[in-house]
Every structure is written in C-alpha cells, then in structure tokens.
C-alpha cells in the first residue's frame, strides 16, 4: 500500500477537509523535513488534493512513524515499510518530543524544502503533557498540560498564517485581549512558505461566548455588561491593528457586496423581495470614502471566550471560506462590528420566544450596550456602514438556512426587513 492509499479515507473523512462532496482526489503527498528523528519520528508531510474542475488544495498530515505500537489506537492510519503510520497530533508521545522542541528556534533542511520552529517566548512552567482535543473543525487543536495550546494548520496557503501574524501585531502594540503567541512552525516547499502550526496560551476555564449569549437570552439574564465588555474589547484590537490604513472608494464596497447578494438571490427565493431594496442600502456607501484597515474578518461569538481574566478574542484567520489574498486585504472595522451584531441576534433563537417581544428586548439591550461600548467617546455609530455590512451577512445567512436550517430563515430575515425598512439607518434592531 502506498502512503497515498493509506492517507485518503482518512483526509476524505476528515471535519477539516474542506472538499467533501466535491470529487476530488489525492494526488500524491510530499514529505518534508523530519522535525523529531528516533525510535518515534515525526515530520510535516503535504497532501496535494485536486477536484475535477481543475482547482487544488494543499492540506498538511503531521505524520509520526514508530517501530513500536502506540499506546492510543486511534492514533494509528496504518502499516507502511514495517512502521506504525500515526495521525501524530493523536500520538501523545510523538507530540510530547514536538513540544520538546519550542525551547530554541530549530530547523531542518532536505532536498524537499525545510521546516523551521520559531520560538517568540519561552513557555511557561508547568506540565506539558500532550491532550488532543477532538472537537475542532478547520484545524486540529493540541493542550500541552495547562499550558499551551498546539493549533496545527490543516488546509495550508503560502505566506504567513493571519492567526501568528495579528496575534503577534497585537500583542507587540499592547493589546492582550488576545492569547499570547510563544512561537510557530514553518515550512517551505518549492521555494513556497507555508505556516504549519502555531503555539499560544492556553486560556484557563474559558466559556465560549455564544454559549454564554444562548444561555443569558433563553433564561432572560441581562447581558449587556458581557455585551459592553466584548465592544471595548474589539475597539483595542481594532486600534492596535489601525497602523497602517487607509481610505477605499466606497463603490468597491457597494459593487462587492451587490455581487454577492445577486448571487444569492439566485440560491435563496426568500431575498428575492428584497432584492431592489438590499442594493438601494449598499448604494448609500457610492461616492464616499471608506477607512479600512486590518480586522478580524471572521468576528461572532464563537470567536470570544470569557475567562477569569476577561474577555479574550481568538482566530485572527479569516473567513475560512476565503482565499488568504482576500483574507489579507484591509476592510472596514463596520465588518467586526456588524458580525457581532448578527451573533447577537442569532442568540435570540435560544428563546423561547424567538421573534417575541422579550427576545427582542433582550437583543436591542445587549446590542446598544455593545454599539455603546465599542463607540466610546471618540467614534460615533456609521449607521450607513453598519447597515450595509450587516444587510450582507444576514443575505449570506439566508441562503445557508434556506439550505440547512429553513426553519431559522426568519432570523437573517428579520434583520434584512428592518435595514430595508428605512432609507436612514440609525443603527438600532
């Protein structure tokens, strides 16, 4: 058996595959360098994945090879040339001698490419005993102990991973509403740099936001204050990642946004009414200038965890569905803001009541707390911006209840009805 044959049932089952139901196929995998060498031996190794319409993807295998059998059995992918193949994020050991190596910078070098590890700050004391964490999605999470977290970057795109790249930015400008950075892998093949993996803190006994925002509006709790925090905490990212902006027409923004709501017209009936008054919003942005800078890009509840220490705001990658050029480029922080409205309101459905007046209470209170917050005394609510961001993504929502969830559609829906409603958008729900 070829390491192609053994690697593609479990890639094409994988949650961080990103392919599936698009027949694609496995090309080939490439090794690079090993990063540990032993009785137990691991290394990156690159899976070419290519679809019959012609696009490809690259997803990274951290592979570990072992003589001896491995204690966890899900580790194991199979037997090739008399070694254990392990899925090496599952493989305790091999990742224990992979954490070992973020006490100096190290590196490797073949005739395949190199791999690097790159340390920014040593890691805390403490124990350090590898924990995969079987819940992630896009990327495979890895705890070291109580302290440090392993994100090991599946589907791969060359440069610099955004999630290294803003967290260092932050945190080197003095915002630490963000997890610490201690250091990073790199890989380069064919003259092409790929991040391969990244080490932070790992945050004590975090609550996930959206939980929190779910539990608070079905038992009718008040979470303004949790609202208020979280805006000031986006205003300081925003701030910390502001060097460097500048102004873009806001026809490119009008133009893009019309794009993907014609679009979406066609894969959702329920915009269609809507449709003539969706561009009406997004045309209020023509013939002004626009602020962009670096932003979150993927802001929502599920992107903030509560910890003692406060509110922390995580995964700087992106909307995973975009290229990493579209990823890179500078947008309106009206974006950030507008995701966290709409994951305000999508709380709501844990209501009883859902379209109700208590839920809707619940909602314009924990909304004006977080717009308040987020505002401060220095900025004041572009009700033209918000407005057309979040016309945006709530037509995005559309069309992906209209195909998972119909009877959700009412809430993207709901927001769509109101920001239609008016010519002036005074940033209210």
């Known amino acids: 058996m070829s390491s192609d044959e053994l690697w593609w049932p479990l890639v094409r089952e994988a949650r961080w595959f990103q392919g599936k139901g698009r027949d694609g196929r496995l090309d080939g995998v490439t090794a690079l360098p090993w990063l540990v060498e032993g009785e137990v031996s691991v290394r990156p190794?690159?899976?070419?994945?290519?679809?019959?319409?012609?696009?490809?993807?690259?997803?990274?295998?951290?592979?570990?090879?072992?003589?001896?059998?491995?204690?966890?059995?899900?580790?194991?992918?199979?037997?090739?040339?008399?070694?254990?193949?392990?899925?090496?994020?599952?493989?305790?050991?091999?990742?224990?001698l992979v954490a070992a190596l973020f006490s100096a910078d190290h590196e490797a070098v073949d005739a395949h490419g190199s791999v690097s590890v790159r340390v920014s700050t040593p890691l805390p004391e403490g124990d350090s005993s590898?924990?995969?964490?079987?819940?992630?999605?896009?990327?495979?999470?890895?705890?070291?102990?109580?302290?440090?977290?392993?994100?090991?970057?599946?589907?791969?795109?060359?440069?610099?991973?955004?999630d290294v790249v803003v967290a260092l930015r932050l945190?080197?400008?003095?915002?630490?509403?963000?997890?610490?950075?201690?250091?990073?892998?790199?890989?380069?093949?064919?003259?092409?740099?790929?991040?391969l993996a990244?080490?932070?803190?790992?945050?004590?006994?975090?609550?996930?936001?959206?939980?929190?925002?779910?539990?608070?509006?079905?038992?009718?709790?008040?979470?303004?204050?949790?609202?208020?925090?979280?805006?000031?905490?986006?205003?300081?990212v925003h701030d910390g990642l502001a060097a460097g902006g500048t102004t873009i027409?806001?026809?490119?923004?009008?133009?893009?946004?019309?794009?993907?709501l014609d679009a979406a017209v066609e894969a959702a009936d329920p915009l269609v009414p809507y449709r003539s008054a969706l561009h009406t919003r997004f045309d209020t942005l023509r013939g002004r200038s626009v602020a962009v800078q670096a932003v979150h890009g993927d802001f929502h509840l599920g992107q903030t965890l509560l910890t003692p220490d406060g509110w922390r705001i995580i995964d700087f990658e992106g909307e995973p569905l975009k290229s990493m050029a579209e990823r890179l480029q500078p947008d309106s922080r009206w974006r950030d803001v507008a995701g966290m409205t709409r994951s305000l309101a999508y709380a709501t459905s844990s209501h009883p009541h859902p379209t109700g007046d208590a839920a809707l209470e619940w909602l314009g209170v924990a909304r004006e707390a977080f717009l308040?917050?987020?505002?401060?005394?220095?900025?004041?609510?572009?009700?033209?911006?918000?407005?057309?961001?979040?016309?945006?993504?709530?037509?995005?929502?559309?069309?992906?209840?209209?195909?998972?969830?119909?009877?959700?559609?009412q809430i993207p829906l709901r927001a769509i009805q109101h920001v239609t409603s008016t010519v002036t958008y005074d940033g209210g729900m």
């Open 45 to 96: 190794e690159l899976a070419h994945i290519s679809y019959a319409d012609g696009s490809s993807e690259l997803y990274q295998l951290l592979v570990s090879y072992r003589r001896t059998r491995p204690a966890v059995e899900d580790a194991i992918v199979g037997e090739l040339d008399g070694f254990w193949v392990c899925d090496a994020p599952r493989d305790p050991e091999a990742m224990s």
């Open 130 to 162: 590898p924990r995969w964490y079987a819940g992630q999605q896009s990327n495979t999470n890895v705890f070291l102990g109580d302290v440090a977290l392993l994100k090991i970057f599946r589907k791969l795109e060359p440069g610099a991973n955004l």
């Open 171 to 195: 945190l080197e400008a003095g915002v630490h509403d963000v997890p610490a950075v201690y250091g990073w892998v790199e890989g380069v093949h064919d003259g092409v740099r790929y991040d």
């Open 198 to 236: 990244a080490l932070s803190e790992q945050l004590h006994d975090p609550r996930d936001g959206y939980e929190l925002a779910l539990d608070a509006c079905r038992t009718g709790t008040d979470f303004s204050a949790h609202a208020a925090a979280l805006g000031r905490a986006l205003a300081a």
């Open 249 to 260: 027409p806001g026809d490119v923004i009008a133009d893009a946004m019309t794009a993907r």
């Open 372 to 409: 308040r917050a987020y505002c401060g005394e220095h900025r004041q609510v572009d009700g033209d911006l918000l407005s057309a961001y979040e016309a945006d993504k709530a037509a995005y929502e559309v069309v992906y209840e209209t195909r998972n969830r119909p009877d959700w559609v």
